[in-house]
């Protein structure tokens, strides 16, 4: 079955860095687009990122656009969100997504503050 396993989540503090990470099983990996979103608490579940199957097309939200880098190792069947100057406002829990699937990970609690 369908599997995706997020990690790398923690407290930093704000201006830090943090790598999340997707590990997929359950379907071939490298056929499918896949995103990040993320949900604070008392706020609805948002995109944050998206990329192709072949990592020819990375798309952000606004609010994340030069901080965040998407990426995928499709040989390790892995997506990637690199965090950078990440800000009190990215405090969330972040989802890894396969929408042509329908299927979402766990998510890895992101907490920015001081």
């Known amino acids: 079955q369908v599997q995706l396993v997020e990690s790398g989540g923690g407290l930093v503090q704000p201006g830090g860095s943090l790598r999340l990470s997707c590990a997929a099983s359950g379907f071939t990996f490298s056929y499918y687009a896949m995103s990040w979103y993320r949900q604070a608490p008392g706020k609805e579940r948002e995109l944050v990122a998206h990329?192709?199957?072949?990592?020819?097309?990375?798309d952000y939200a606004d609010s994340v656009k030069g901080r965040f880098t998407i990426s995928r190792d499709n040989t390790k069947n892995t997506m990637y969100l690199e965090m950078n100057s990440l800000k009190p406002e990215d405090t969330a829990v972040y989802y890894c997504?396969?929408?042509?699937?329908?299927?979402w990970g766990q998510g890895t609690q992101v907490t920015v503050s001081s």
């Open positions: 997504n396969a929408p042509e699937l329908d299927s």
């Open positions: 990329i192709s199957s072949g990592s020819g097309v990375k």
